[in-house]
């Protein structure tokens, strides 16, 4: 019982000694997880932005395609399926 006791002693100080390693692992580890959570949230704040400017694309898209854009299209596809004339041509239509 004496061996185990005296066991003990000489523990609880090493026990102490080591705490101060674990400390600064879990430390450091804080530091990796803040630093990842300050790049997940910055790469979140890119992907917005960049979801935003297609967004805007696609109302503008949408704009044209419902503003009579179809009605455009389709006038501009008739005056190249019509045919030209030599009046056409010389005046500089195309």
Do not use: C
């Not at 297609?54 to 019509?82: K, N, P």
């Not at 045919?83 to 005046?91: F, G, I, K, N, Q």
């Amino acid at each position: 019982m004496d061996n185990i006791a005296s066991w003990i002693w000489v523990l609880i100080p090493l026990a102490a000694i080591g705490i101060a390693p674990f400390k600064m692992w879990l430390r450091l580890k804080e530091k990796q997880m803040d630093s990842q959570t300050n790049l997940a949230a910055e790469k979140s704040a890119q992907y917005a932005q960049h979801m935003e400017r297609v967004e805007e694309r696609l109302r503008v898209l949408e704009q044209i395609v419902t503003d009579r854009g179809v009605e455009t299209a389709a006038q501009i596809e008739a005056l190249r399926d019509r045919p030209r004339t030599l009046t056409d041509v010389s005046a500089g239509n195309r």
